[in-house]
């Protein structure tokens, strides 16, 4: 379900609750050209122009993580939350980015399938293992395809694996009409957006070590 959102000239003012922030430099005193907030998973900053800039999870917007898969309705009223907390309207706010994850319960190991993963679209994986995170991911010129695993990033019992897709490039977004905070309220748009998630899974090349 949708995820991730970019918004570079956002409508919008800060939260009367968001702790705001605002960069001194030791050396010369001077103060930063812009104000910064980290709200409920957002990261806004106001520049000294009067630009705001938004970006972050809406599914940690709601939830405080993003282990779960909103619903449709989740989403809308996080974006109508949203507007109301910001004092901004969905029509007003032009995505710059965006992101379309599903999170999925899975009967074996996520690192297992990571690491038997070849390629997506004649693309090679690249792949980050850390202490506290390892996914595998592709790129092309509009796309970013992002597998990892949740398992090992929030210490979960559970084996879940997550799928990510991040339009890179809007104009991909664009085909199916999806350009504000309001198209993505439209539940037909967001299905459009799901299958994209769906047919890149599919165009996943594996091997399956299980056959040996």
Not at 7 to 23: E, L, Q, R, S
Not at 54 to 60: M, P, Q, R, W
Not at 72 to 101: A, M, R, W, Y
Not at 105 to 125: G, M, Q, T, Y
Request: overall charge neutral; glycine content about 4%.
């Amino acid at each position: 379900m949708v995820d991730g959102i970019q918004i570079n000239d956002f409508k919008g003012v800060f939260p009367d609750d968001a702790d705001t922030k605002t960069i001194v430099s030791t050396k010369t005193g001077v103060l930063s050209e812009k104000e910064t907030a980290l709200y409920r998973g957002l990261h806004i900053a106001s520049y000294t122009n009067g630009r705001m800039r938004l970006s972050g999870s809406l599914t940690t917007f709601i939830n405080g993580d993003n282990t779960i898969n909103l619903s449709f309705d989740q989403v809308s009223n996080s974006i109508d939350e949203l507007c109301k907390l910001f004092k901004t309207k969905p029509d007003d706010n032009v995505l710059n980015g965006l992101e379309i994850g599903l999170n999925i319960k899975v009967n074996f190991d996520p690192d297992r399938f990571l690491n038997n993963l070849l390629s997506w679209n004649r693309i090679e994986p690249l792949r980050w293992t850390g202490k506290k995170e390892c996914y595998v991911q592709f790129r092309n010129s509009q796309l970013t395809f992002k597998v990892y695993s949740k398992s090992k990033q929030y210490s979960l019992t559970d084996n879940l694996l997550r799928l990510e897709i991040r339009f890179d490039k809007m104009q991909f977004a664009h085909k199916y009409n999806v350009r504000t905070l309001a198209d993505l309220k439209d539940r037909n748009k967001i299905e459009s957006l799901l299958n994209v998630l769906i047919d890149s899974f599919d165009d996943l090349i594996y091997y399956d070590d299980t056959i040996i």
